[in-house]
């Protein structure tokens, strides 16, 4: 909740909308998400978005080589 408005705070997304997943790693080029992460992203607590958000800059250095 955002503590001035009492509103949900808004669902921080790392899409950039280039969607294309990688077949070699099955992860998105663009966000470096699982298909499963991406679809399940609007209902995962925001625990479970902070670990993926942590572990994406690893997954990108996949998609580079």
């Known amino acids: ?11 921080l997304s790392p899409c950039i909308q280039v969607c294309a997943i990688d077949p070699a790693t099955g992860l998105c080029a663009g966000c470096g998400r699982t298909l ?6 609007s209902s995962m607590s925001e625990q479970e978005r902070a670990r ?5 800059p690893a ?4 998609l580079v080589r």
Not at 52 to 56: E, K, N, R, Y
Not at 59 to 62: A, L, V
């Open 1 to 11: 909740m955002n503590a001035l408005s009492r509103e949900p705070s808004p669902i």
């Open 36 to 41: 499963d992460e991406i679809a399940r992203w």
């Open 52 to 56: 993926v958000m942590q572990q994406l």
């Open 59 to 62: 997954r990108k250095t996949e």
